[in-house]
Structure formats: C-alpha cells, structure tokens
T-cell receptor, first 114, second 112 residues
Framework: EDQVTQSPEALRLQEGESSSLNCSYTVSGLRGLFWYRQDPGKGPEFLFTLYSAGEEKEKERLKATLTKKESFLHITAPKPEDSATYLCAVQDHAGGTSYGKLTFGQGTILTVHP | ETGVTQSPTHLIKTRGQQVTLRCSSQSGHNTVSWYQQALGQGPQFIFQYYREEENGRGNFPPRFSGLQFPNYSSELNVNALELDDSALYLC???????????FGPGTRLTVT
C-alpha cells in the first residue's frame, strides 16, 4: 500500500526566510509524485509533477526535487501570499493504461508573516 | 478552457438521508476521480471513472456510489449518511495525455 508522510505539520516563516518542506513516500513502482497548493476551503491547485529521482521543477519561488525515497519543496524568499497548505501525493503503476488514484500526505500548513 | 466545476458548494443533510454531488470535468478530460477530505487531513481516494466505467475504488463502503455520463461529467451518491461523512468532497479530472489530476472547488457536506 502506498504511503506518504509530510513534515513538518506546520511551518511559520518570516517574509524572505527560505525553507523546505519534506515529503517521504513508499510506493510499489512510482508513476509520478505531485505537489499541490490548497487554500482554505478550496480545492487543491496543481503545482508540479516529478517522475524520477534527480528530477527538479521550478515555478516562481518554488522548487521541487525528488529522490528515491522523498521529495522536497523549497521555498525561496517567501511572501505572505505563499501562505497555504502544501500537499504531496504519489501515483503508482496500478490501473493499467489509465492513470489511477493519488495517495496524499496530510499536508504542511505554511504561514508567512510580513 | 473551462476548469472543473462542482455543485452544490455547500450542503447540510441529516443522518440517514441520501445525497448526490455533481462534477463537470475539464474540457478534453475523460477521467473523473472523487476524494473525501476531512478537516486537517489530506484527500482520500473514493473511486475513479474512466470512459464511464469504474476504474478503481478506495476503502469506502458500498453506500458510496457513482457514475459517469457520456459527456464525462460525474455524480457521487452517498446513502444512509453518517456523521463521519461530514467533509469536503473533491472531484478531479484528468486525461489520457498525462497523470495530472485537476481539482474542482469541492462540495462541503455537513451531516447533522
């Protein structure tokens, strides 16, 4: 059974203070690892897909990296508008030709103070 | 390009009642997945529909059922509602072109 654990549960930063969020996973054949951003009361917003160890993706102040056991979401010089819950999810190769379920972690609540 | 839409936004039901939630997938997407998100938790997979057939199911009882229509929109039905069914229900659509799932805004269900 696929498992995803995110740490820390909550992170408070000052504006401009860079940091990283961790996502540890176990999966029987990784098809993809996904990062989402979720604002309170809203649906998750897709950020990145990572497929294999060593891969990196960037978007504005966010950079996602992947190893065989974990992924990191690095936030450089964050702003208050980066405050949200960040979710990590994995998808395995089960499901044949169609793309199957996502298994999510519990999320990291990021708060960036001005 | 229209994104994923869900209706209603909020819903209050009484224990034992039945509820139907609706989802319209993003243009060009043929797969719809449903998730339940309890407060403070990550989304949990309920089931997925691919070209109108169920394509996988999570650890949810049979009183959770669904269907997908020829236009790829979808419904989630929950019978005999329990207090623990109170959650944000999320619909996500995807296509054959890649594994990314794009989520709608969710339906907040409260069972009293």
């Amino acid at each position: 059974e696929d498992q995803v654990t995110q740490s820390p549960e909550a992170l408070r930063l000052q504006e401009g203070e860079s940091s990283s969020l961790n996502c540890s996973y176990t999966v029987s054949g990784l098809r993809g690892l996904f990062w989402y951003r979720q604002d309170p009361g809203k649906g998750p917003e897709f950020l990145f897909t990572l497929y294999s160890a060593g891969e990196e993706k960037e978007k504005e102040r966010l950079k996602a990296t992947l190893t065989k056991k974990e992924s990191f979401l690095h936030i450089t010089a964050p702003k208050p508008e980066d405050s949200a819950t960040y979710l990590c999810a994995v998808q395995d190769h089960a499901g044949g030709t169609s793309y199957g379920k996502l298994t999510f972690g519990q999320g990291t609540i990021l708060t960036v103070h001005p | 390009e229209t994104g994923v839409t869900q209706s209603p936004t909020h819903l209050i039901k009484t224990r034992g009642q039945q509820v139907t939630l609706r989802c319209s997938s993003q243009s060009g997407h043929n797969t719809v997945s449903w998730y339940q998100q309890a407060l403070g938790q990550g989304p949990q997979f309920i089931f997925q529909y691919y070209r109108e057939e169920e394509n996988g199911r999570g650890n949810f009882p049979p009183r959770f059922s669904g269907l997908q229509f020829p236009n790829y929109s979808s419904e989630l039905n929950v019978n005999a509602l329990e207090l623990d069914d109170s959650a944000l229900y999320l619909c996500a659509s995807s296509s054959d072109r890649g594994p990314e799932q794009y989520f709608g805004p969710g339906t907040r269900l409260t069972v009293t």
